[in-house]
């Protein structure tokens, strides 16, 4: 699993668009105040004055799809924080509760002379020795598998 984008790039994209989009509302604007501020009258000029206005509006739904884009990837650039988020909490948790059955197990050994029997995680596809790396989006199904099994 990946987890597509940097929030923070995102964001900035975001802005980027959202900054584009008001750039393009700019520039409409003056070229519909320069078509209005014409003075000839003719069935040409209100020609010209009709196409302003078209390309006006046109300018605007321009505009308005960068904002929805923008909006897209901010929505986005959310989800993937909160993705990122959980694999964290999920690397921590259970890498705390391997840590401490792990500790508690090595104490026992040192401690008792016979066997101490099986690790609590005997049989599971995740133990201390196979946890995914710092970050990495495996945390999500361990984390998962581990609260499925009540421990965190």
């Known amino acids: 699993m990946t987890i597509p984008g940097d929030p923070d790039e995102l964001e900035r994209l975001a802005d980027a ?12 604007a003056d ?26 509006a046109a300018c605007d739904r321009a505009a308005s799809e960068l904002e929805q884009a923008a909006a897209v990837l901010r929505k986005h650039a959310e989800q993937v924080r909160h993705v990122l988020a959980l694999i964290g909490e999920f690397e921590r948790e259970v890498s705390d509760w ?3 059955h792990a ?10 002379s016979e ?22 989006p495996r945390w999500l199904e361990v984390g998962r598998f581990m609260r499925g099994q009540g421990v965190i």
């Open 98 to 100: 391997f840590t401490r």
């Open 115 to 136: 066997a101490v029997g099986l690790p609590p995680w005997a049989g599971w596809p995740v133990g201390p020795h196979n946890l995914p790396g710092t970050g990495d």
């Open 17 to 28: 668009l959202v900054a584009r989009a008001g750039q393009v509302r700019q520039h409409a």
């Open 31 to 56: 070229h519909q105040r320069q078509g209005f501020a014409a003075r000839w009258v003719s069935s040409s000029a209100d020609g010209y004055r009709d196409r302003v206005a078209g390309d006006t």
């Open 103 to 112: 500790s508690w197990l090595e104490n026992a050994a040192n401690t008792v």
